[in-house]
C-alpha cells in the first residue's frame, strides 16, 4: 500500500502540500525545521504558505507519517517517521549535536519505568550537556 493510498484508508485526502511536505522530508540529510521545509517547498512553489506546511505536518504526524524533536533550542524540528530513531546529544556551549543509537538511551528508559513508572519518549528529546571538546 502507498502513502497515497494508507493516507486515503484513513479518511483523509493526500494533497499536492502533504505530498510535497513529505518529499522535503524525504530530502533532507538530518531534522529539520517546518520554516527549512517551507523556504524548500517556496522555492519552487512560491504560492505556499508557511502556515500550510505547520498544518499538513501536524496533520501528518497524527497519521503516523512523521515525528518531532526538541533539542535544547526549543525549535521543533520534524523527520519522516520511518527513519530509524535515535536520541541526541547537544552542547550548551558551541551547539554541536550528535545522534546516538536508541541502544545507548534504553537502559535509563527501563531504569526511568522501573524506578518511577514513567514511560520515557527518549527520542523526543534531547539529552543537553558539554561535548568532549567543550569538557576538555
Same mark, same amino acid.
Given at each position: 500500500? =502507498?502513502?497515497?493510498?494508507?493516507?486515503?484508508?484513513?479518511?483523509?485526502?493526500?494533497? %499536492?502540500?502533504?505530498?510535497? %511536505? +513529505?518529499? @522535503?522530508?524525504?530530502? !533532507?540529510?538530518?531534522?529539520?525545521?517546518?520554516?527549512?521545509?517551507?523556504?524548500?517547498?517556496?522555492?519552487?512553489?512560491?504560492?505556499?504558505?508557511?502556515?500550510?506546511?505547520?498544518?499538513?505536518?501536524? !496533520?501528518?504526524?497524527?497519521?503516523?507519517? %512523521?515525528?518531532? =524533536?526538541?533539542?535544547?533550542?526549543?525549535?521543533?524540528?520534524?523527520?519522516?517517521?520511518?527513519?530509524?530513531?535515535?536520541?541526541?546529544?547537544?552542547?550548551?556551549?558551541?551547539?554541536?549535536?550528535?545522534?546516538?543509537?536508541?541502544?545507548?538511551? !534504553?537502559?535509563?528508559?527501563?531504569?526511568?519505568?522501573?524506578?518511577?513508572?514513567?514511560?520515557?519518549?527518549?527520542?523526543?528529546? @534531547?539529552? %543537553?550537556? +558539554?561535548?568532549?571538546?567543550?569538557?576538555?
Amino acid at each position: 500500500m =502507498t502513502v497515497a493510498d494508507d493516507i486515503r484508508a484513513k479518511g483523509m485526502r493526500m494533497t %499536492v502540500q502533504r505530498r510535497l %511536505v +513529505l518529499d @522535503a522530508l524525504r530530502r !533532507a540529510r538530518h531534522h529539520i525545521t517546518a520554516e527549512e521545509i517551507a523556504r524548500s517547498i517556496r522555492a519552487s512553489y512560491p504560492q505556499i504558505d508557511p502556515s500550510t506546511v505547520y498544518r499538513n505536518l501536524e !496533520a501528518l504526524e497524527r497519521l503516523g507519517y %512523521v515525528t518531532h =524533536t526538541h533539542l535544547d533550542d526549543r525549535v521543533t524540528r520534524w523527520r519522516r517517521a520511518d527513519s530509524p530513531q535515535h536520541g541526541h546529544l547537544v552542547c550548551r556551549r558551541c551547539g554541536s549535536e550528535e545522534e546516538i543509537s536508541m541502544s545507548v538511551l !534504553a537502559p535509563l528508559a527501563k531504569r526511568l519505568k522501573g524506578e518511577h513508572g514513567f514511560s520515557a519518549d527518549l527520542a523526543h528529546s @534531547a539529552v %543537553v550537556g +558539554l561535548c568532549r571538546e567543550c569538557a576538555g
